[in-house]
């Protein structure tokens, strides 16, 4: 992130077009992804399976989000129905012995199908209209899977998750369930940052900034907007079977209820619209900063310097959502993404601030 | 199938209807003025019950004293809100405007009940807790009084907008430029609406408040109001009443007869599919403006 572009002179289209033109990019990502490869070795297995893995999985959730919501500009807020299909369809797969490979781009499928039957409402309305009908997806998916005791498997019922093998290992152990997590999101960003730099990407982008204009210069807003729809709703829906396999292994229909879907939308407006990098810090700030706020104030409560009640401790993540998703409204309404390519861009060009381009 | 029954389902949907409809008026009425969806409507009735209750049961106001505190109290917190929050968000694409309503929203959530404690409270107005009995049929007298106070305050509302200060508010929502134009102060007109819809949420918290208690639960009235809203027509006050008496009634009978075959829940079914029936066939409602878009 730190180093300067001076002496760097693409001389062929290709290497302009590279996913990560500078050197010094790819040398940062490759050491970044050295890192998460070797992270069981050098971390305790609490913060793996209690911090890590599930950075990695709202990560990759967020990302399936952002493609809706901040390439296409399709508003969704019903998001955690659509991982909650995912999940219980995995689980009800590999329950009933299909392997785990089939039984996630099953996962998938079941939550594209669902998430286009409501995405159709998508190609009347837009707006305000489609945040509604999406809520309206959120509550009708959370009462059939609470009321229908074949998928719940019973009105208070929690589902646990089989044992499963992926391409042969048995997923049993933090380990392995790290490097499942950890795959997955690396095949969501890869996929993400392609999708933004082919025509699908771009034609997305201009049904999301006038779906007429887009109409009038050749694409179909009609097509791509289902399109979107579709491919946003099965990452979504692996996301979810793959956050029941490898972090909750036990899934109610609590774990996925509005509050989530609000906490994902979150997560994307936090790190920044349609900005891969932002579902990572978005996905992160969203995890941790609650986390980190509750331990403070369970600190300060210790002190006894003034009355702290357990209370006020357990709202403090719906305070700290609302409070970021105002203050990132008001004044960076790029998100936190935005800020690091701001930081980026100082340091690109540092002392010599004036060259900024 | 039994007539009484019905009735009594009726006629309390009936009666909770215009009770969603005291809390869909607040968002029709910001909706009128400045196009904004305030989907903090919801969290806006829980302040308000919970102002009232401070007032009410901790200072042992009598309960006149607490209601004034409490519209006044809110008239200034709506206020406050467009001020310092929507004002700056004018012509910013919908989905900042609704995401920051949502932000609001999940805020005040998290600090009422945070600072307050979470424990329902109840709120007392003194209302007879007997039910008042027509032949076989049981009517809640909590659920009169409020859809009493839904229809009156709907009725105040439709008034409103024949005085000099609501025909204003009409000119801001045909057209703010052309408003400003003839020198009505499009952001005072605004500001007063978010007032209002602060006093309507006082009327929805205490309510609200007294038939189910104070706590968080307070906020899932945005689902039905929303219904009433959408159903009704996004800037129509006409649509609140008749929406919300559909809403209310079919939100009422339906689960009377499905519950016990399912096993619960079916009200919100029965909003969500409202919702989404509404948007698929009728977008803009039974009463709302439909939205013409320039290209």
Known sequence: MFYRQSGIHHTRYAATRKLWPLAADRRLLGGLLALAL???????????????????????????????????????????????????????????????????????????????????????????????????MQYLVS?????????????????????????FIPLDGDTALYYTALGWTLICTLLLLNIKRSSVGRALVAVRDKDFAAAVIGVDPLRYKLLAF????????????????CYYQAVTPEQFGFNVSIQLVAMVLVGGLGSVIGAYLGAGFILLLPIVLTNLLAWVAGLE?????????????????????????????LGLAKIYDNIRKYFLVWPFRHAQR | MDIAFLIELTINGALTGLMYGLVALGIVLIYKSSGVPNLAQGAMVMIAAYLVWMVAGWLGAPVVVALLVAVLGMFLFGMLTERVLLRRMVGQPIIMVVMLTLGLESLLRGLGPGLLGAAPKSLDLGIDMMPIIVGDVFINREYLIGGAIGALMIGLALFFFRTRLGTKLLAVSDD????????????????????????????????????????????????????????????????????????????????GYVDPLVGGGTRDVVTSLIILLTILFRPHGIFGREEIERV
């Not at chain 1, 579709?230 to 396999?245: E, K, M, R, W």
């Not at chain 2, 007063?192 to 706590?215: E, F, I, N, R």
């Open chain 1, 38 to 136: 070797l992270a069981p070795l050098l971390l305790p297995e609490l913060y793996l399976n209690s911090y890590l893995a599930p950075w990695l999985i709202w990560t990759a959730a967020a990302l399936s989000l952002t493609l809706l919501m901040g390439i296409a500009g399709q508003l969704h807020f019903g998001f955690a129905a659509v991982m909650a299909i995912g999940a219980y369809t995995s689980i009800h797969l590999a329950r009933a012995g299909v392997p785990f490979e089939l039984a996630l781009i099953g996962a998938g499928l079941a939550a594209a199908l669902i998430g286009c039957v409501f995405g159709a409402a998508a190609l009347r309305v837009k707006g305000l209209y489609l945040v509604m009908a999406t809520l309206a």
């Open chain 1, 143 to 167: 009462w059939v899977i609470i009321n229908v005791p074949v998928i719940s498997g019973g009105a208070q019922a929690t589902l646990a998750t089989p044992e499963v093998r992926l391409l």
């Open chain 1, 230 to 245: 579709f491919t946003s709703s099965f990452l979504g829906g692996v996301s979810g079977a793959i956050l029941a396999f």
């Open chain 1, 305 to 333: 310097l003034f009355p702290v009640s357990f209370n006020l401790i357990a709202h403090i993540p719906l305070m700290v959502y609302g409070a970021l998703i105002i203050a990132v409204i008001l004044f960076e309404p």
């Open chain 2, 176 to 255: 703010h430029v052309s408003s400003w134009s003839v020198g009505i102060s499009v952001e005072r007109a605004v500001a007063v609406s978010w007032g209002l819809a602060g006093v309507a949420a006082v009327a929805a918290g205490v309510m609200w408040g007294s038939v189910q208690g104070v706590d968080w639960s307070l906020t899932t009235l945005l689902f039905p109001a929303v219904a009433v809203v959408i159903l009704g027509g996004l800037d129509s006050i006409h649509g609140v009443l008749v929406a919300g008496l559909v809403v209310g009634i079919l939100g009422s009978v339906v689960p």
